[in-house]
């Protein structure tokens, strides 16, 4: 057998998937180890589950990967301080280098009192809800008649399109920290929920915001008219929801009942400053409060701290002297052979074309880095072991194509585009794997 590099991948995410076969079609041996069952991570669990042809599209891609002879897998452990393996267990069986692409799996809360109540939420868990990601689409979701969604960004809209079209709560807040000028949704994602709109609202909170957007220079009009760009390709309405804004508004607490459950989100009136060309939401102290029974939070993502490597401001901490950057970005953490990529880098930065990229651009800083070594006799087996001793079913690649078999003929069983389990517990049932655990 010939010498080789041999990386390790933490996460499958599109980063960790392209990132590995850049480096597998290099020469590398390497082996992905994914926290969940199957790969995919963001483009799997992350993107609006009617979005068949992009999310099968993305899987083909991804089976093209893992059917590379030079790529291992190994789904359903964690790597991680607390993990089934550490940083120096990869170190001790021999990996030379190992790039963390395993996403932003921390939570980024507010800090606000009240984030305690029954009905408040972060966007990520009510996304990996829909998405059927385990164990959170086990859990009990409380979507009252009355929703309000913090953030202006694609995230937001596609809570909210799954509030209307598949809750069909009664109403519907989008709750704006800034101005009706910078909202970061696509135009596209407008078009699943404007049906919806309510435009008297909208009318209303243009006119109330006006005088604050004319002071630093915007035009109201014209943010209205970006807002209902999305109107000729409206999508047919499915409910009666009511979709709306609060702009310049920014959370301060929630108050719930003597069950904890959430009643009330009191928000702050903000005004708008320009400070060196950007705009900034400025708290004026004056507060109101909105009824609601659920509050999700879609402020973006931080990694996880527990994970073993420095962090700092919601994301690993990387070198400020990289011996290997890629187009000036440094992709080294600040432990030795120990590299980021994706949203590990930076968190919540882009989707999967973006992910894609960088995970390959930190590839290519690996493999700078390996060219400081020789290739070696990379010990596959030591790692099999090492997995197999752990007490829990291991999944390979073999058993992934075996569970995508089983729930594509359930999908075709039930008259389904898409069927998939919720529980790990029945995937890998499905793969057979259940009596190890």
């Not at 966007?123 to 990601?133: G, M, Q």
Request: proline share 4%; glycine share 8%; aromatic share 8%.
């Amino acid at each position: 057998m010939q010498n080789q590099y041999f990386v390790a991948v933490v996460g499958a995410g599109p980063a960790g998937l392209f990132g590995a076969r850049e480096l597998a079609n290099a020469g590398a041996r390497v082996v992905i180890f994914n926290r969940d069952i199957k790969p995919g991570g963001l483009a799997e669990y992350g993107i609006y589950p009617a979005k068949h042809t992009m999310k099968e599209g993305l899987r083909k891609q991804f089976r093209g990967v893992l059917d590379n002879p030079n790529i291992d897998y190994y789904g359903n452990l964690t790597v991680g301080a607390q993990g089934d393996l550490s940083l120096d267990d990869l170190r001790a069986l021999g990996f030379q280098a190992v790039l963390v692409t395993a996403g932003a799996q921390g939570t980024k809360w507010l800090g606000l009192p009240g984030e305690q109540f029954t009905g408040v939420y972060h966007a990520k868990d009510v996304v990996y809800f829909y998405n059927h990601l385990p164990p959170f689409a086990q859990k009990p979701y409380r979507f009252g008649k009355r929703c309000a969604i913090v953030g202006a960004g694609n995230v937001m809209m596609d809570i909210a399109r799954y509030l209307i079209r598949e809750e069909k709560v009664e109403e519907v807040i989008a709750v704006v920290r800034r101005g009706p000028a910078e909202v970061k949704f696509d135009k596209k994602e407008m078009e699943h929920v404007i049906a919806n709109l309510d435009l008297a609202a909208l009318d209303e909170e243009i006119a109330r915001c006006a005088p604050i957007m004319q002071a630093i220079g915007q035009d109201p009009e014209a943010a209205k008219a970006m807002i209902l760009e999305a109107t000729p390709r409206a999508e047919a309405k499915m409910s009666e929801t009511k979709f709306r804004f609060e702009f310049l508004a920014s959370p301060t607490q929630m108050f719930g009942d003597a069950d904890g459950m959430l009643t009330q989100l009191e928000i702050e009136d903000n005004s708008l400053t320009l400070k060196d060309g950007d705009t900034k939401a400025r708290g004026t102290g004056v507060k109101r409060l909105l009824d609601v029974e659920t509050v999700i939070f879609a402020i973006g993502d931080k990694v996880d701290e527990s994970f073993g490597l420095p962090v700092e401001w919601n994301e690993f901490v990387k070198s400020k002297e990289p011996k290997f950057p890629i187009d000036n970005i440094s992709f080294e953490s600040t432990v030795d052979g120990v590299f980021v990529g994706g949203w590990s880098r930076k968190a919540s930065d882009g989707l999967v074309g973006y992910a894609r990229k960088d995970g390959t651009n930190a590839s290519k800083a690996v493999w700078q880095y390996l060219q400081t070594f020789s290739p070696i006799q990379a010990n596959v087996e030591a790692v099999v072991a090492k997995v197999q001793s752990l007490s829990k079913p291991i999944v390979t690649k073999e058993d992934i194509k075996r569970l995508e078999a089983v729930e594509a003929e359930e999908a075709q069983k039930r008259g389904l585009e898409e069927f998939k389990f919720d529980s790990n517990e029945d995937m890998l049932n499905a793969m057979g794997l259940a009596m190890m655990a």
